[in-house]
């Protein structure tokens, strides 16, 4: 049965969206200082982390409940997906700014 969760700010969102979401909105080091578990402080990554998440409820809870929190802050303040995507931009390393444009 396929219902539709339209109140659900995490319907048809991936852990991995979510993830890169709060990565480009804190970073590594922000994000380990609101969420202390080990794959966001010692030597993180996009792999190791949802690894951890996906095997730890409570840990991904916290993931989420971050996640729904500044969705909704930035809904209240009116941040524009463009200043989001901008800010990207910002976060990203040299090595995937060239990726990105191959």
């Not at 995490?10 to 970073?27: D, F, N, P």
Request: with cysteine; charged share 30%.
């Amino acid at each position: 049965m396929n219902q539709s969760q339209p109140a659900n700010p995490l319907h048809g969102v991936t852990l991995k969206a979510i993830l890169e979401y709060l990565i480009a909105e804190y970073g590594w080091e922000k994000l380990g200082e609101r969420i202390n578990i080990k794959c966001f402080n010692d030597q993180p990554s996009i792999n190791s982390s949802l690894k951890f998440l996906r095997k730890t409820p409570w840990a991904r809870e916290k993931v989420e409940t971050l996640y729904v929190y500044s969705i909704s802050y930035d809904q209240r303040h009116g941040k524009s997906k463009a200043v989001a995507d901008e800010k990207q931009v910002e976060t990203e390393s040299v090595w995937d700014k060239a990726r990105r444009k191959q």
